[in-house]
Nanobody, 120 residues
Framework: QVQIVESGGGLVQPGGSLTLSCAAS????????MGWYRQTPGKQRELVAT???????SYAGSVKGRFTISSDNAKNTAYLQMSSLKPEDTAVYYC??????????????WGQGTQVTVSS
């Protein structure tokens, strides 16, 4: 069993900054990739950023240059540093983890989500 827990969401003013954390625990042999997604009412969940175990990153065009994803492999934790936040960044942010269990089977897990609201 693997559990994913996000934290760090909250209310921030436009132009402000916020950092989200994603901690994975349980039957994890190794992590393949960790990613952040976000979703607003009426829209599909969209990919924000990903980071692989060897540090390779990718970003959605809408957040490139403003958000930074990173990971601490020893802690099975990923972070999303968000700067220059805009109202359109308001969403529930979800962490996704693809990892291998003790039997080396790759599986995908989702966290419960954390709310980020950018507003005056």
């Amino acid at each position: 069993q693997v559990q994913i827990v996000e934290s760090g969401g909250g209310l921030v003013q436009p132009g402000g900054s916020l950092t989200l954390s994603c901690a994975a625990s349980g039957n994890i042999f190794s992590i393949v990739v960790m990613g952040w997604y976000r979703q607003t009412p009426g829209k599909q969940r969209e990919l924000v950023a990903t980071v692989t175990s060897d540090g390779r990153t990718s970003y959605a065009g809408s957040v490139k240059g403003r958000f930074t994803i990173s990971s601490d492999n020893a802690k099975n934790t990923a972070y999303l540093q968000m700067s220059s936040l805009k109202p359109e960044d308001t969403a529930v942010y979800y962490c996704n983890v693809v990892c291998r269990d003790s039997e080396r089977s790759p599986r995908s897990y989702w966290g419960q989500g954390t709310q980020v609201t950018v507003s005056s």
